[in-house]
């Protein structure tokens, strides 16, 4: 099923809410260079080490997960995913619902069994026409994203796709709970800032940030050619998966659903790649700081790739 244009649409804000590498490249100008004769010139590389393509992987990963703040964890969900789907007819919201709640469980997303009637904490908003193109509908001065940094609003209003997305955090103490105050209370919200220091590791980090809801809203105009199901992947690896978009010039390192709007040739669901950095993002103890995280998603995605190339030779035929 392809999303496909109606006349009109109901949209409303919401406040809560390793390819194998070749043994052998050939390169060629469109003007062959010649030795004498017409034969191209024929560059022989020697093949990427293991070492080098766990490298590039971590390179791709940290390059697009959400940097923290210096010295915090990265940031994942802790509550159940419960996602809710605005601005395209209610049986294709129910599509894109019910298919990130199933990436969600299945890629181990979900620390906590999600109940029937959960409240929304995932928000995908897909925008029409008559709202304009993407950098009008949010300015640095938007109260959504007021919580933010300046740099992350930045890169929130300077996303390179036609989406906008971004995430309220929580920050907790190691094992997930609500960080005291000085006078041993409970707090929340604009105090989080205090952060009783126990130990000093360069390996974990004394809290947690939880991610308590997250928005991404999508340019109605750019999701008519997708599918439902890669709007959906696409939306999990940038909510739950806590990713930005690649930058303008960037060739990834690996095939990812985070192509969908700049590829003609995008994958057609999640890949390799992505379901290596959820899963792998969520079996990470959670107070560990992001290079660690960085580290554990590279050496997974590079696993998997190694096991599915072996699969592939073990094929018949």
Not at 289 to 309: D, S, V
Request: hydrophobic residues 40%; charged residues 25%.
């Amino acid at each position: 099923m392809r999303l496909f244009a109606v006349t009109t649409f109901f949209w409303a804000a919401a406040s809560f809410l390793w390819t194998a590498p070749a043994l052998a490249q050939t390169k060629s100008d469109e003007t062959p260079s010649t030795t004498g004769s017409d034969t191209p010139e024929i560059i022989v590389e020697a093949p990427r080490t293991e070492r080098e393509r766990r490298a590039e992987l971590r390179e791709m990963v940290a390059d697009i997960i959400t940097k923290p703040r210096a010295g915090r964890t990265v940031a994942t969900y802790f509550e159940a995913i419960c996602p809710k789907v605005i601005g395209v007819p209610e049986a294709e919201a129910r599509v894109i619902e019910e298919r990130i709640a199933a990436n969600a469980q299945s890629l181990g997303a979900n620390r906590r069994t999600p109940s029937e009637n959960c409240k929304p904490n995932l928000s995908v908003i897909f925008v029409p026409a008559s709202n304009g193109p993407p950098k009008a509908w949010l300015t640095d001065k938007n109260d959504m994203l007021r919580h933010l940094l300046s740099y992350q609003r930045y890169a929130v209003l300077n996303d390179a796709d036609p989406v906008r997305a971004w995430t309220f955090n929580e920050l907790r103490t190691a094992d997930g709970t609500e960080l005291p105050n000085v006078a041993g209370q409970r707090i929340s919200g604009s105090l989080n800032f205090a952060n009783q220091l126990r130990q000093v590791s360069r390996f974990r980090s004394d809290t947690t940030v939880e991610i308590s809801s997250s928005v991404i809203m999508i340019e109605l105009a750019s999701a008519v050619d997708k599918t439902l199901g890669q709007l959906a992947d696409y939306a999990s690896m940038r909510t739950f998966g806590n990713t930005r978009s690649l930058d303008a010039d960037a060739s990834p390192a690996a095939d990812t659903i985070l192509t969908l709007f700049r590829s003609d040739d995008a994958p057609e669901a999640l890949t390799t790649f992505d379901r290596a950095l959820i899963s792998k993002m969520y079996d990470t103890q959670r107070n560990s700081l992001a290079n660690r995280y960085y580290t554990n998603i590279a050496g997974r995605a590079f696993e998997m790739e190694k096991a599915e190339r072996t699969e592939a030779l073990e094929e018949p035929g």
